[in-house]
C-alpha cells in the first residue's frame, strides 16, 4: 500500500522522473561499452549527486546501476565484449548468435529477459526488506557493530581471489577511512600535517580513483580488437513463437538464481548470472547446444543478473551492509547526504524508501521503451575508437572531483588511487574488498564505541547481549574456517610442487 500512496507519488514527480530516465539512459550507454561498466560510471556521477537532493540522487545512480545490466550485453552479443562483468557469461551463446545472423533476436530476448527478471527482483525487494526492517528496529550499537563485522568479513571472503587477500583490502581500507579527525576526541589522526587530510580521504576521490582510473588502465591493458559489427534491422530482431516459449522457463529460473544471489555480501549480478547459466545447461536436455548459439544461454543470465542487482539494495537499505563495492558507493552518497541506511532507514525515510522502489518500476519501463528503438544507436557506439573514448573518461573524472571543493589536492587523490587500484589488480587484489572496508570501517568504530561506553567498558557485559553473541559466533566460525582453507590449499600447493 505504501508504494502507491508514498511511492509513486513521489516517484513521478518531474524533477525524479527527469533523473530516473537520465541514469537508465547513462547506465544503458555506460554498459553497452565494453571495459567501463556500471561502478565506474556510479563513481563518474557522484559529484553531480551532491548537488541532487538524497531520493533523486539515489534514483538516478540507481538507474545507472541497473541500466548498464540492460545495455551490457549489446557488445557482449555483437563483438564477444561484454560491457560489464556480469555479461561476460551472456558471450558464450549471444557471440555464436550473431556469427549465425541472429544478433537482432538474441538482443531482443536479452531485453525482454532483463525487464521481466528486474520487475520480479524488484518484488522480492519490496516483500523481504521492510520485513527485515521491522525486525531490526530493536537493533542496538552492539548489534550493529556485530552485524558490520559480519558484513565486512563475509564480503572478504566471497570476494574474487584469496579469501586472505580480502582480508587484508578491507582491512587495508578500514585504516584508509580512519584518516582524519576522531570524532570522539577530535585528534587528527595520519594526517602527517596535510591540511587536505584532517576531513579524511574523499570518497568520491577514492572511489573514482580505485575504480575509474584504474579500471579505465585495465581496460587499455587489456582491451581485445574489435570485430565486424553488423547492421540489425527490425525484422531480424523478432524472435519466433517457439524461440519465445524456449525462453520463458529459463527466465524464470534465472530469476530465482538471480534473487538468491543478489543480496548476498560480495556476490551480485556476476556470480549470479554465472550460476544460472550453469544451472540452466545442468537442467537442459541438451546441454550439447550451449555455448553454440543455445537461446536458454543468453535469457536465464540475464534475467539472473538484473534480479540481482534490484535484490541487492535488500542488505543495503534495511541493514546499511553493502553487498558489492557498487552498492558501497550508493551507500557512501547517502551517507554524504547525512542520511545512514540501516535498520532504521525505511521508518525514518518512508518516501524515499518507498519512492526508490516505484522508481525501479518506471525506470524498467523506460529501459524496454530505450532498448528496442535504440538498438541502432548503440550499435553505431560500438564503432568510437577506444583511443578517443577513454581520456574522454579521464578528463571526466578530475573535472568531476575537482568542482567538488575547487581543490587540486583531491585531483592528486585521484591520480595516487588510480595508480594504486591498477597495481594492485596487476598483484591479483581484488579492490572491491577495500572500498567495503573504507566505507564501514568509520561506520564499526563509532558502533563499537558507543556499544562501549553503554557498556561501561566491559566488553564481556556488550556480549551478554544474545544477539550480538550469536553474530560474533558465527563471525569468528567463518573467519577461522577461512584462514584455515586459505592455509590447507597453500599447503597442498606446495606439497604439489615438490612432488613435482
Keep these: 500500500m505504501e508504494l502507491f500512496t508514498i511511492g509513486f507519488p513521489a516517484a513521478l514527480s518531474l524533477h525524479t522522473l527527469a533523473y530516473c530516465f537520465i541514469g537508465v539512459f547513462l547506465g544503458t550507454l555506460i554498459g553497452v561499452l565494453p571495459g567501463i561498466g556500471a561502478l565506474t560510471a556510479i563513481s563518474l556521477l557522484m559529484p553531480v549527486s551532491f548537488y541532487l537532493d538524497p531520493m533523486t540522487a539515489l534514483v538516478m545512480l540507481a538507474g545507472v546501476y541497473y541500466g548498464a545490466e540492460?545495455?551490457?550485453?549489446?557488445?557482449?552479443?555483437?563483438?564477444?565484449?561484454?560491457?560489464?562483468?556480469?555479461?561476460?557469461?551472456?558471450?558464450?551463446?549471444?557471440?555464436?548468435?550473431?556469427?549465425?545472423?541472429?544478433?537482432?533476436?538474441?538482443?531482443?530476448?536479452?531485453?525482454?529477459?532483463?525487464?521481466?527478471?528486474?520487475?520480479?527482483?524488484?518484488?522480492?525487494?519490496?516483500?523481504?526488506?521492510?520485513?527485515?526492517?521491522?525486525?531490526?528496529?530493536?537493533?542496538?550499537?552492539?548489534?550493529?557493530?556485530?552485524?558490520?563485522?559480519?558484513?565486512?568479513?563475509?564480503?572478504?571472503?566471497?570476494?574474487?581471489?584469496?579469501?586472505?587477500?580480502?582480508?587484508?583490502?578491507?582491512?587495508?581500507?578500514?585504516?584508509?577511512?580512519?584518516?582524519?579527525?576522531?570524532?570522539?576526541?577530535?585528534?587528527?589522526?595520519?594526517?602527517?600535517?596535510?591540511?587536505?587530510?584532517?576531513?579524511?580521504?574523499?570518497?568520491?576521490?577514492?572511489?573514482?580513483?580505485?575504480?575509474?582510473?584504474?579500471?579505465?588502465?585495465?581496460?587499455i591493458a587489456s582491451q581485445k580488437d574489435r570485430g565486424k559489427i553488423e547492421d540489425v534491422t527490425w525484422r531480424s530482431m523478432i524472435p519466433s513463437w517457439s524461440e519465445v516459449k524456449k525462453t520463458i522457463c529459463p527466465i524464470l529460473r534465472g530469476t530465482g538464481v538471480g534473487s538468491i544471489v543478489g543480496p548476498l555480501p560480495g556476490a551480485g549480478p556476476t556470480i549470479a548470472s554465472v550460476m544460472a547459466y550453469g544451472f540452466e545447461k545442468k537442467v537442459s536436455k541438451t546441454p550439447e547446444r550451449f555455448g553454440n548459439g543455445a537461446i536458454e544461454g543468453i535469457s536465464s543470465p540475464?534475467?539472473?543478473?538484473?534480479?540481482?542487482?534490484?535484490?541487492?539494495?535488500?542488505?543495503?537499505?534495511?541493514?546499511?551492509?553493502?553487498?558489492?563495492?557498487?552498492?558501497?558507493?550508493?551507500?557512501?552518497?547517502?551517507?554524504?547526504?547525512?542520511?545512514?541506511?540501516?535498520?532504521?532507514?525505511?521508518?525514518?525515510?518512508?518516501?524515499?524508501?518507498?519512492?526508490?522502489?516505484?522508481?525501479?518500476?518506471?525506470?524498467?519501463v523506460i529501459l524496454v521503451g530505450l532498448n528496442f528503438p535504440m538498438i541502432g544507436i548503440w550499435v553505431r557506439l560500438l564503432q568510437v575508437p577506444y583511443r578517443l573514448l577513454y581520456p574522454v573518461i579521464l578528463s571526466l573524472v578530475c573535472a568531476g572531483v575537482f568542482t567538488l571543493g575547487l581543490n587540486v589536492f583531491e585531483v592528486w587523490v585521484v591520480l595516487v588511487f588510480g595508480i594504486f587500484g591498477y597495481v594492485l589488480r596487476l598483484l591479483g587484489f581484488w579492490p572491491a574488498p577495500l572500498l567495503i572496508g573504507f566505507i564501514l570501517g568509520p561506520l564499526l568504530e563509532e558502533n563499537l564505541r558507543r556499544a562501549m561506553l553503554i557498556a561501561g567498558g566491559d566488553i564481556m557485559v556488550m556480549l551478554q547481549r544474545p544477539v550480538t553473541a550469536?553474530?560474533?559466533?558465527?563471525?569468528a566460525v567463518i573467519l577461522v574456517w577461512t584462514i584455515w582453507r586459505a592455509s590447507t590449499s597453500r599447503r597442498e600447493e606446495v606439497l604439489a610442487i615438490n612432488d613435482e
Design 302 to 364: 540475464e534475467a539472473a543478473n538484473n534480479a540481482a542487482v534490484q535484490t541487492a539494495f535488500i542488505p543495503t537499505l534495511s541493514l546499511g551492509i553493502p553487498g558489492s563495492p557498487t552498492m558501497a558507493i550508493m551507500l557512501g552518497a547517502l551517507m554524504v547526504h547525512g542520511i545512514a541506511p540501516g535498520p532504521k532507514f525505511m521508518v525514518e525515510n518512508p518516501e524515499m524508501f518507498w519512492g526508490l522502489i516505484a522508481s525501479f518500476w518506471i525506470g524498467n
Design 70 to 219: 540492460y545495455g551490457g550485453s549489446t557488445a557482449s552479443i555483437l563483438l564477444n565484449l561484454p560491457g560489464t562483468a556480469s555479461n561476460a557469461i551472456t558471450a558464450l551463446d549471444g557471440y555464436p548468435m550473431a556469427k549465425q545472423g541472429r544478433a537482432g533476436i538474441a538482443l531482443f530476448v536479452t531485453t525482454y529477459a532483463s525487464f521481466i527478471g528486474g520487475c520480479l527482483g524488484v518484488v522480492l525487494l519490496m516483500l523481504v526488506a521492510p520485513t527485515i526492517a521491522r525486525l531490526a528496529v530493536a537493533v542496538g550499537p552492539s548489534e550493529y557493530f556485530a552485524i558490520l563485522l559480519f558484513g565486512l568479513i563475509i564480503a572478504a571472503t566471497i570476494s574474487q581471489g584469496s579469501p586472505l587477500k580480502g582480508l587484508a583490502m578491507v582491512v587495508l581500507g578500514m585504516l584508509i577511512g580512519t584518516i582524519g579527525i576522531d570524532v570522539n576526541s577530535g585528534e587528527y589522526r595520519f594526517a602527517f600535517g596535510v591540511v587536505d587530510l584532517y576531513d579524511g580521504v574523499s570518497l568520491v576521490a577514492f572511489a573514482l580513483g580505485t575504480f575509474g582510473i584504474a579500471e579505465v588502465m585495465h581496460a
Design 470 to 475: 550469536l553474530i560474533l559466533a558465527l563471525t
